[in-house]
């Protein structure tokens, strides 16, 4: 059974940091792309980092280069992201997606999904 579970969410302070992890089980973890969607209150999800295991290429939404560092541990299964700088319009629930191969940013390619981790950015 594929799971993917995130965990790290919570309420910070404009300017402050949180890392949100994502540990998976039941695929090929090294044959895999997990990337970090979020969905924020009457808007649409959107991508926001994504990591390919398969050829280490990484990929970040404009809005948050230079703040956010996704990073993963084949070790362990589990992608991470550091997420630093933290913004009122960071305040979303966040999603770890995976899917074969490569990074995409269209959310309709992905088959797995966790159940998402809340974070608020208060100012």
């Known amino acids: 059974e594929v799971q993917l579970v995130e965990s790290g969410g919570g309420l910070v302070q404009a300017g402050g940091s949180l890392r949100l992890s994502c540990a998976t089980s039941g695929f090929t973890f090294d044959d895999y792309a997990i990337t970090w969607f979020r969905q924020a209150p009457g808007k649409e999800r959107e991508a926001v980092s994504g990591i390919s295991n398969r050829d280490g290429s990484i990929y970040y939404r404009d809005s948050v280069k230079g703040r956010f560092t996704i990073s993963s541990d084949n070790a362990k299964n589990t992608v991470y992201l550091q997420m630093n700088s933290l913004k009122p319009e960071d305040t979303a629930v966040y999603y770890c997606?995976?899917?074969?191969?490569?990074?995409?940013?269209?959310?309709?390619?992905?088959?797995?999904w966790g159940q998402g981790t809340q974070v608020t950015v208060s100012s």
């Open positions: 997606a995976a899917v074969p191969g490569t990074v995409s940013f269209q959310s309709l390619l992905y088959d797995y």
